[in-house]
């Protein structure tokens, strides 16, 4: 396992985090920010308040994106795992 294949490995594997994170990421941060805006708009300061929708926001994308997000690292996996003679050999 030369230094160029680590690399490549470590580009996939970030890539996948990406795609993985992603969805979950940016849904936190736009019902954050619309969460921000109803308190700055009501100037009610309850910490507390962005969370719920968060996490009902949160499950709700995984219930969607949760089978392409589950395909997407079993297909990682899978690629991983069938490379390791490569590596070795």
Not at 75 to 81: E, M
Request: hydrophobic fraction near 65%.
């Amino acid at each position: 396992m030369n230094a160029q294949s680590v690399i490549t490995l470590i580009q996939q594997a970030l890539e996948v985090l990406v795609l993985v994170a992603g969805p979950l990421l940016l849904t936190a941060l736009v019902v954050g920010l619309v969460i921000s805006i109803f308190q700055a708009a009501t100037q009610i300061n309850e910490m507390t308040l962005s969370f719920i929708p968060k996490l009902l926001a949160m499950f709700v994308v995984i219930l969607l994106a949760g089978p392409w997000m589950l395909t997407i690292l079993v297909d990682f996996t899978r690629q991983l795992i069938s490379s390791i003679p490569q590596w070795i050999g």
